[in-house]
């Protein structure tokens, strides 16, 4: 397939999710949505470069800022929206709320709110694929923060100890929350992981989805091959940490850092496709709007379910 | 907005919110201690631990109010070490689920090194732990790990309910207190105004009165002894009830025998806290009177506490999660006239939205 | 070392260490389940967790059974995971102490996957942590913290007393649970014989009566029901009292209406749980008959627990740390006689001494 | 100072060390020690090394297996002794053991069982020397194996990150339990280390005592100078893991390893100056244990206080 096809997929993915959240900045102030929401905008390229670059069977684990990777997957629109709106048609009933996506028939697996508490679950997984010699891999997504946490540690050596088919891919924003990544790493990602004897591989350019693929079909042949590998793509938050709004009045980072990133965004910059997608993709999620708000609201005869 | 105050306003009393009561000890601690400092995820930014740290390290400087990355057990670590040496190290968590990292420096560490070592070493630091509730906050934002520390001995563990309780024990904790103490703060508390008092001589770190009664004891922690404060006031307005409610406060030490003489007045029990009730702190009153005499109940206590789940985050579920003022009410009646008491309920659903409007984001 | 049987040898019953036992099942567990795998530090090494899992690495391979690096959280995390895919993960601590660096995976995770995916997910695992206690296990290699576990919805949480109880719960978890289990096996039964018999149809994962009797109800939980077995047998020949036994065995589900039933017959408790009494098992058997009827109690009940302290390592203050068989027996004989009863007490002080000499090292 | 009379200084010390774990040995049986121990035999030279190279108030945090470091700091034998047997006269009340020595008279801090926990403790005390501008360093002492843990890559992270004077001191006896270091660990330590920005070194020759000593005060001229310092000592334990008997029979790992380090062994080779010191050594051994057994066991009035 030429790269211009592939382009035009990945962008009308990454349109749909731009559009989503977009959505969600809408229908935000109606209180229709009551819960945290972490959006993706800005990261879109991250999600769709990625998971296009992996294969359906392939697993993700993802985080609370995961509208993008669900989207990407392959989940469906209408049980995501339900799932914000926390009714029974949400992908699950309305108890996970939009920090807990998930979609197993398409392989997007259990997102947590604790940072980096998924990543070792991606490793069991491919552990389990290794030893039942499975060709499948299983991709830790979370963001430059989540490599702080012991954890992070922990999952690198017994990854690379049992050189399970494992990619761990960081997000790498910049930012925890207000805080930016020189005031909480001491390492690179590289070298950190180069010290393990994980091979790895810095995107600088992480709003161009054909470059993430293309440094995922090759991170992945390798990790098919029996390796774990540390992929990092740097990319960049638009929005506030958590909420709707914007926060630049805040002075914890400047616009320009923002306005630089926007000027490559191909969500942007290529305004004509958009209007080409747009469309069709709008009435997508209306419709998707519309699932959710036909949805009932769940009750007493679900509080207690699936506990054990 | 202003919460019902049992007292009306004394000489020398004003308005502060639980926010603004928890900066006024944060500072007041750096100010008079000069080895005290704040550390935590975004102490020191814009948001200040939902403004309980905000200008603190503008004040005092990065070197005893800062940021850290994301290293709970780490962090706590850090503290013990820096206790160890004679600092006051203060932690925070915005959310109580996080300091589950950091569970082996606190129970295995903190809690235990002034007896391991024969008194040799000792750990006083303070851990700040956020409680989330509403605004779809899920099963792994909103837990209130109250009975799971104070089960271990060595650990001190409070839940201050006001801006007068915070006013009254963190100097006493930071000045004075020998170990580890773990605050369990709740969030929906921050925004809220109290009315609070500088004479109010209240003994710190252990259980007290919120609101003398004589038909029935509710003992209730943090958020809940609000959501009871409210309660009782509509049972005595709609059926001439007088509840009497005891803020549990303390949690590792509380006053039992204050909990005890009120049972002996009144006979009759609702236990309300913000966790759940398998192995609570509602079983741990149990314990406590039975131990004293098991005639003090002369009847089935009732009992407010999550629904046996995870939280879920739906508003629809969390709403019928979370004991509601309806129940709260309800459970007080019931104590005192029995089922069918046949008196009308409040409409008002929680503190969620009796009080504040939560909107989040966080 | 053989231990009391309740009833005679029946057909087919044998002699079967508590080791032994958790090696059947170990045994049968990656025998019968394709998927079954343990790790954890030394599963694979000559001690083979005391025996309980030796000689498994070599008979189903590396890849069913493994060594891990210093790693709570992580192994936990990559047990969940591997659980999300179809397997059945089985991971051991040898010291429960050690299971609290991995606190978030089990309590923020683990337990509560299948409720916040709405069931879309789920984690079957088996979590073997092992009690520590004598031989100078200190503060840190001997907290027993089922009350800490069992507070959370979500998981289960159970307490093996004997071969018997292991070859009847293991099997049902390991092949049916649905969600997260975790087995708190205590280190001083480990090397101790019991009769097993394969006819006893036990109700897994749930209470049971281990002796009969009809004038003191004796809640146990582990250990605590060998000491209160020992003590039965005592009182029964030096004072002809009848003591019921109740084993809690599981801490997150009991059988509370089996538990109030022995209380309706002989209105007299003593609970002798492996942990603190406060907030600890002792209170939910309280809360729970409470909440039933506080008339259930025809008195105050009495309650075997550690001292409420750390555990300190002199073995001298770990005899009096512990509750001893002397205490054990006393506690049932004041519930029924009264303060003063004028029987002798046994010498025997514990566990420890009474059915073995555990000498350490480990 | 010639080399020679600090030669003499610190064999005497490692001389006193292991006599001492001998006196250990020989007094098991008779269950007067009834308390795991950990014993340093093998790995003396580390110990003394460490503590020679350091300044009195200097801190060490250290381990389960730390009669090395506590007689090398320069803690009371009789204390040590009467702690082993729980008694009155221990050190802490024979609340401590073996596990968990203490002198912070000379600078020993707390010592834990839970193997990594004490680590960040030193970059704590480290962090609090910095801000207060005290020219004192703190030293985590751990084994191999505690590096797996993920607080080891925090504390790492967070001393490279806030500069602070501690020392990182890796006993590396290649063994964790009866874990040997490559099924456990993907990474060297220097190259991990390296990658936080973090100086480090690692000294093969782990029983020569003087090496050690000048690889320590190397290093803590730097982390005076303010830095973390990731010191790595390789050693070898003679002993089992835990309790006082051998454990070759179990082939986890031959006795050649062993033999070939006792070759080596200054303790074993130097018998000449053995016997110099031993008759004074074993003098003051005796004492303590003389003042072990006249020691009191605790009871009722100790067991409940220093609890909060
Ligand atoms: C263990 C834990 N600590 C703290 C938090 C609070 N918190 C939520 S998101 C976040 C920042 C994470 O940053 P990063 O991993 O870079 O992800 P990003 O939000 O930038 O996508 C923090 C500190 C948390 N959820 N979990
Ligand atoms: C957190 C924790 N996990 C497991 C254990 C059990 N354990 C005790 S010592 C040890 C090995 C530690 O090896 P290393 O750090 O190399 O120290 P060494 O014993 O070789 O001196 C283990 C696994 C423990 N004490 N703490
Ligand atoms: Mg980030
Ligand atoms: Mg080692």
């Not at chain 1, 990777?69 to 989940?75: R, S």
Request: with cysteine.
């Amino acid at each position: 397939m030429k790269d211009e096809a592939i382009y035009r997929r990945l962008f009308r993915t990454a349109l749909l999710i731009r559009l989503v959240e977009e959505r969600i900045i809408a229908l935000y102030p109606s209180d229709k949505i009551q819960s945290p929401v972490h959006l993706s905008i800005g990261q879109e390229s991250v999600a769709v470069g990625v998971c296009d670059g992996l294969r359906p069977d392939d697993l993700v684990f993802a985080t609370y800022r995961s509208h993008g990777f669900y989207i990407a997957k392959g989940g469906r629109l209408d049980a995501m929206f339900a799932e914000l709106y926390g009714r029974t048609g949400g992908i699950s009933g309305g108890k996970a709320g939009s920090m807990h996506l998930t979609a197993p028939e398409v392989g997007l697996m259990g997102s947590s709110a604790v940072v980096a508490s998924t990543i070792p679950h991606a490793v069991g997984a491919a552990l389990s694929f290794k030893r039942r010699g499975v060709d499948r891999l299983a991709v830790a997504v979370f963001g430059d923060g989540a490599t702080e946490e012991g954890v992070y540690h922990e999952s690198l050596n017994f990854a690379a100890l049992m050189k399970v088919p494992v990619l761990f891919l960081c997000e790498d924003n910049g930012l925890a929350v207000h805080s930016h990544r020189p005031v909480r790493q001491a390492y690179r990602l590289a070298e950190h992981a180069a010290s393990y004897g994980i091979a790895n591989r810095r995107v600088e350019e992480g709003w161009d989805m054909l470059a993430v693929r293309r440094a995922t079909l090759e991170a992945a042949a390798r990790v098919r091959a029996g390796e774990p590998f540390v992929l990092e793509i740097v990319t960049s938050r638009y929005k506030e940490h958590v909420g709707v709004g914007e926060d630049f009045h805040f002075n914890y980072r400047t616009k320009d850092g923002v306005d630089a990133w926007k000027g490559r965004d191909p969500l942007i910059v290529d305004a004509q496709l958009v209007e080409v997608f747009r469309p069709e993709l709008e009435r997508e999620i209306a419709a998707a709007v519309a699932f959710a708000e036909a949805s009932p609201a769940p009750g007493h005869a679900e509080l207690l379910t699936d506990v054990i | 907005m202003s919460i019902a105050t049992v007292k009306p306003i004394s000489q020398g009393a004003r308005i502060l919110s639980y926010a603004g009561a928890l900066l006024e000890t944060m500072d007041a601690a750096l100010a008079s201690h000069a080895n005290a400092f704040i550390m935590g995820q975004g102490v020191d930014d814009f948001k200040g631990i939902f403004g309980s740290t905000t200008g603190l390290a503008e004040k005092y400087g990065a070197a005893r109010v800062f940021d850290v990355p994301l290293m709970e057990e780490g962090m706590t670590g850090v503290a013990i070490g820096a206790a160890l040496v004679g600092d006051y190290p203060i932690t925070t968590h915005i959310r109580a689920d996080f300091s589950f990292l950091a569970m082996n420096q606190i129970i295995n560490l903190a809690s235990k090194y002034r007896y391991m070592f024969g008194g040799l070493m000792s750990c006083p630091m303070l851990i700040r732990i956020v409680v989330g509730r509403s605004w779809g906050q899920g099963a792994q934002h909103s837990q209130s790990p109250q009975a799971t520390f104070a089960h271990y001995p060595g650990l001190t563990v409070v839940m201050p309910s006001s801006s007068q309780a915070i006013l009254d024990m963190y100097p006493a904790i930071i000045n004075r207190h020998p170990g580890p103490v773990i605050s369990i703060e709740h969030r929906l508390l921050y925004n809220l105004d109290f009315t609070v008092s500088p004479s109010e001589k209240r003994v710190p770190l252990t259980s007290y009165v919120a609101r003398e009664g004589s038909d029935v004891t509710v003992v209730a922690t943090s958020v809940m002894v609000l959501e009871a404060l409210r309660a009782a006031q509509y049972v005595q307005d709609e059926a001439g009830i007088s509840a009497e409610i005891v803020d549990l406060n303390s949690i590792s030490h509380p006053d039992w025998d204050l909990v005890a003489a009120s049972l002996a007045k009144t006979g009759r029990l609702v236990i309300a806290d913000t966790s759940w009730l398998e192995y609570g702190v509602a079983a741990e009153v149990c314990r406590q009177l039975v131990v004293r005499d098991p005639r003090l109940l002369r009847q089935p206590p009732a009992m407010l506490g999550m629904a046996p789940a995870p939280c879920p985050t739906a508003k629809s579920l969390e709403d019928i999660y979370y004991p509601s003022q309806h129940e709260t009410v309800d459970a007080i009646l019931t104590q005192v006239k029995g089922e069918g008491h046949g008196i009308a309920l409040p409409v008002e659903r929680s503190m969620t939205e009796g009080y504040k409007r939560f909107r989040g984001p966080f």
